[in-house]
């Protein structure tokens, strides 16, 4: 099955700079990529998400870029706030529909924390 | 307000009792998972449902059953309960690609 691998596991970043989060993925035929952001105490939110004939996404403050030959994809958030600290987690999928039978695989998160 | 949504937020039981969480829809989503994140915050799938067909994941123990009254509702029975089921437990529904999550349901068993 599909292996996602994310990377760091924490980060810490001062206010106003850029942070980057980093993922892998193993199964070739994967073709929808989301990132999701997760409060204390919240079910995780979609924030943001690509599909495999699309090579790079942005809205607002955040971006994500996806190299499918290489296989890894890649969360940015520029001009960080109090409020962009949470854990962020990458996650592959197959199909139409939400992952399909397999749903989302998920990477193991990544504890961004925005320093003031 | 249009959300996937779940009962109970909290729960704490004994070993060996049998528990069930709620889950409803109202996103006119056609297809509708629980995922179980454990003490490291790692989320993993446990069942999607989609159409009256269930696929479960093969890691998933036989005490955990899913049932769906109707298209907007898939609860989650689990019986005999373990220490080992202690984790957040989340519902979720998609229709397409995007997947959205409740707000989760805290499992303690003692």
């Known amino acids: 099955g599909e292996n996602v691998e994310q990377h760091p596991s924490t980060l810490s970043v001062q206010e106003g700079d850029s942070a980057v989060i980093k993922c892998t993925y193993s199964?070739?035929?994967?073709?929808?990529f989301p990132w999701y952001k997760q409060e204390l105490g919240k079910g995780p939110q979609l924030i943001i998400d690509?599909?495999?004939?699309?090579g790079e996404k942005k809205d607002q403050r955040i971006a994500v870029t996806l190299n499918k030959t290489a296989k890894h994809f890649s969360l940015h958030i520029t001009e960080t706030q109090p409020e962009d600290s949470a854990v962020y987690f990458c996650?592959?999928?197959?199909?139409?529909?939400?992952?399909?039978?397999?749903?989302?695989?998920f990477g193991k998160g990544t504890h961004l924390i925005i320093q003031p | 307000d249009t959300a996937v949504s779940q009962t109970p937020k909290y729960l704490v039981t004994q070993m060996g009792n049998d528990k069930s969480i709620k889950c409803e829809q109202n996103?006119?989503?056609?297809?509708m998972y629980w995922y179980k994140q454990d003490s490291k915050k790692f989320l993993k799938i446990m069942f999607s449902?989609?159409?009256?067909?269930?696929?479960i994941n093969e890691t998933v123990p036989n005490r955990f059953s899913p049932k769906s009254p109707d298209k907007a509702h898939l609860n989650l029975h689990i019986n005999s309960l373990e220490l080992g089921d202690s984790a957040v437990y989340f519902c979720?529904?998609?229709?397409?690609?995007?997947?959205?999550f409740g707000q989760g349901t805290r499992l303690t068993v003692v």
């Open positions: 979720a529904s998609s229709h397409g690609r995007e997947v959205f």
């Open positions: 199964d070739s035929a994967s073709n929808y």
């Open positions: 690509i599909r495999s004939n699309v």
């Open positions: 996650a592959a999928s197959i199909g139409d529909s939400g992952g399909g039978a397999d749903g989302l695989t």
């Open positions: 996103l006119g989503h056609d297809t």
């Open positions: 449902y989609n159409n009256k067909e269930l696929i």
